[in-house]
């Protein structure tokens, strides 16, 4: 099975090169962004900032052109965003200016040369905007010869609008900003990408197989060991480190990996139970029919009732585990009605009473009703009496006792016997499990009396448990719910409760 999974998945790429190749990939992105935006576009995205700010500057003041703080508004503007500022009417005459770069274009406009552009922008429809190489800003005044671009000069870009006054004058903004050449920025920034990009490559490749490792080994190492665990090897450990949630994967593996262990040891323990509780009653089977059939005279009704006991004991083991199997299943389903709990307990034990080598006492106070599914229930207390009938101690003593308590009744059905150590008292529930593997006496049952009795319990809703000291003997006890003498309609089960 091992090389058939190798063979199947032998194309697919490995996690700790597939989070390599991962990182690097981002890595190389990451790098690759940084070289066209801060080289191949660096020019652009600049201009384009350059532009937005002007005009952004041209709208904050076209709305605020009523302001009685205009002059305020117009200084700051030019402060913060490096601009020129004029204002001036249809004559040229100026209003406000502000003066925020050196040899600023704007600002060597004489009056006739304003009112020239203040005609220029009105035929353009109240808005005008143009960039130039500032070396021949000479020519500006022109301003009807095509300026040829140097890409190597500093630009110089000017925003012109007319905007109306409440009072109706009508007035001319020019703003006037410069865009530096970007070239000796774009290598400084060429060598600096250089180096950055040798140096992150290193740091990429060392932290891509870093992390890989990081991440990749203890899942590597938990694959290696669950290929040891399905190979049946239940003395496996997984790997509880590295991060979160593969530490959690781990912890749970290890877990999966003890209960199938259990399981494992539940299932050798059922084959030797089997075997051991089946061959007693097949041997006394075979050898009384073989006496019935060999010697004369023998086949008398007392051999055949043997043959008829053991048998009906071979076909309460094989009910027993067919039972648990439907009931763990679902496939049975309860049957609840109100029954006198304290008289079906009677006439339990009143069936025990050819067992004349063992002593079972009952004591209640009163007769309590409950209901529930009495077949099942009174299945409960068989298996709990045969259990306490099969480890009391050398007194052959059973006791049972009824008490109640906050609307509860509880049956307490107690042995005088060795007594189960503390540690394997969680385990006496499981199906198959025996306290006493050795079978130092003649016990009869496969170990699922007791997972009976919790599966049925399960399913109405009570509580049950164990209270057991060593060399004093173990008590076992279940509750179920009291029911009034007149009651009408049928309570819902309880839901699981903690035992």
Request: net charge negative; charged share 25%; glycine share 6%.
């Amino acid at each position: 099975m091992k090389d058939r999974l190798r063979e199947r998945f032998s194309n697919r790429i490995g996690i700790k090169w597939g989070l390599f190749s991962g990182f690097a990939a981002f890595a190389a992105i990451i790098l690759v962004m940084l070289w066209v935006f801060q080289i191949m576009f660096l020019g652009s995205f600049y201009k384009f900032i350059k532009v937005s700010d002007i005009k952004n500057s041209a709208q904050t003041i076209e709305r605020n052109i009523n302001s009685d703080d205009l002059s305020t508004l117009i200084q700051n503007i030019a402060r913060d965003n490096q601009i020129c500022i004029i204002v001036s009417d249809e004559y040229g005459d100026l209003f406000y200016s502000e003066d925020a770069l050196p040899n600023c274009v704007i600002h060597r406009l004489n009056g006739l040369q304003r009112a020239f552009i203040y005609e220029i922008t009105r035929r353009n429809g109240g808005v005008y905007f143009e960039q130039f190489p500032e070396d021949n800003m000479r020519t500006v005044p022109n301003w009807d010869q095509q300026i040829p671009e140097n890409p190597d000069s500093p630009e110089s870009m000017i925003y012109t609008f007319i905007t109306e006054r409440e009072n109706g004058k009508r007035l001319l903004v020019l703003l006037n900003s410069t865009i530096s050449p970007v070239g000796s920025t774009v290598q400084t920034l060429r060598v600096q990408l250089t180096w950055i990009t040798v140096i992150m490559l290193i740091l990429a490749f060392f932290l891509a197989l870093f992390l890989s490792r990081r991440i990749s080994g203890p899942i590597i190492k938990i694959n290696s060991s669950a290929k040891v665990l399905a190979q049946g090897n239940y003395d496996v450990q997984f790997a509880e480190n590295g991060y979160r949630e593969i530490a959690e994967l781990g912890a749970t593996l290890n877990y999966a990996a003890k209960e199938l262990s259990k399981v494992e040891t539940l299932r050798r323990d059922l084959i030797a139970n089997v075997s051991h509780d089946l061959r007693t009653p097949l041997t006394m089977i075979t050898g009384y029919a073989e006496v019935m059939r060999d010697l004369p005279g023998e086949n008398t009704p007392e051999n055949v009732q043997v043959i008829i006991d053991e048998a009906n004991r071979l076909t309460t083991l094989v009910n027993d585990m067919l039972d648990l199997s439907k009931m763990q299943a679902g496939a049975q389903k309860l049957s609840p009605s109100f029954f006198d709990l304290t008289e079906s307990v009677r006439d339990i034990l009143g069936r025990y009473n050819k067992l004349t080598d063992y002593h079972i006492s009952f004591t209640a106070d009163r007769d309590v009703t409950v209901y529930a599914d009495e077949l099942k229930i009174s299945q409960v207390v068989y298996n709990l009496v045969n259990n306490a009938i099969t480890y009391t101690g050398e007194d052959k003593v059973v006791r049972l006792r009824q008490t109640e308590h906050d609307g509860k009744v509880r049956i307490e059905v107690r042995d005088t016997g060795e007594g189960i150590e503390q540690d394997k008292l969680k385990d006496i529930w499981e199906r198959y499990y025996k306290v006493d593997k050795a079978h130092k006496r003649a016990q009869i049952g496969t170990g699922l009396g007791l997972s009976i009795v919790k599966t049925i319990l399960d399913m109405h809703g009570g509580a049950y448990g164990v209270q057991s000291e060593q060399g004093v003997g173990s008590t076992f006890w279940f509750e179920l719910d009291v029911q009034g003498d007149s009651v009408v309609e049928a309570p819902k089960p309880l839901s699981n409760v903690s035992r």
